[in-house]
């Protein structure tokens, strides 16, 4: 079986601070990974995805992800964010090939940007 | 469609009701997934349809639950005898078919909020 851990439930950040967003899996079987954003009243978008290849993972809205398969791991990052980031970021693991697999949820960390 | 649609946003039930929720999922999408968020944030999966198939219903709990996916209609989530513990926003998500790397991307929906009371 699969699991998500992420460890912060909440992330203060000033504007234009870099941030980092920890996520953490276990799994008996190679995943694929995914960073989705969700804004108040709103559905999941996906930000990144990680199915295989470079470790590092570029996304939407100037985000970024690095694999870290020793460590199992997949955070997080962007180096400058904005006040329209604040949102709640949820990690996900999807076990195999394909996109018919469920996502197995982390249980989100809210990141809030300040002025 | 473009999106995935679900109606409706918002449902009040009191306890004991029904409650049925509507999801057509974007054109050309084979799989359908349901997912439960309750308020502490945590995604559980529920059902997922291939077609109108169900694949994998894992999550589904025994009583009350049910799904489906029919031809030339919306999938829908039925609630028989609402609890106060089934308030939560109920999200639908679809993808295209499961073959291939490049079809890995499930998009969801707005949700339906529903609050028994």
């Known amino acids: 079986a699969q699991s998500v851990t992420q460890l912060d439930s909440q992330v203060p950040v000033f504007e234009e601070a870099p941030v980092e967003l920890r996520c953490n899996y276990s799994?008996?079987?190679?995943?694929?990974l995914f960073w989705y954003v969700q804004y108040p009243n709103q559905g999941l978008q996906l930000l990144l995805k990680?199915?295989?290849?470079?470790?590092l993972v570029k996304g939407i809205n100037g985000f970024e992800a690095e694999f870290n398969k020793s460590q199992t791991s997949f955070h997080l990052r962007k180096p400058s964010v904005h006040i329209s980031d604040t949102a709640e970021y949820f990690c996900?693991?999807?076990?195999?090939?394909?996109?018919?697999?469920?996502?197995?949820f982390g249980a989100g960390t809210r990141l809030a940007v300040h002025p | 469609g473009e999106e995935v649609a679900q109606t409706p946003k918002h449902l009040v039930r009191g306890e004991g009701q029904k409650a049925k929720l509507y999801c057509a999922p974007i054109?050309?999408?084979?799989?359908v997934f349901w997912y439960q968020q309750v308020l502490k944030n945590e995604f559980k999966f529920l059902i997922s349809?291939?077609?109108?198939?169900?694949?994998?219903e894992t999550g589904m709990p025994k009583e009350r639950f049910s799904a489906k996916c029919l031809p030339n209609s919306p999938c829908s989530l039925e609630i028989q005898a609402t609890k106060l513990e089934d308030s939560a926003v109920y999200f639908c998500?679809?993808?295209?078919?499961?073959?291939?790397?490049?079809?890995?991307?499930?998009?969801f929906g707005q949700g339906t909020r529903l609050t028994v009371v």
């Open positions: 349809f291939q077609n109108e198939n169900v694949f994998d």
């Open positions: 799994s008996s079987v190679s995943v694929y």
């Open positions: 990680y199915l295989s290849g470079s470790t």
């Open positions: 054109k050309g999408h084979s799989y």
């Open positions: 996900a693991v999807s076990p195999g090939i394909g996109g018919y697999n469920k996502l197995i």
């Open positions: 998500a679809s993808s295209m078919t499961g073959t291939g790397t490049l079809n890995t991307e499930a998009f």
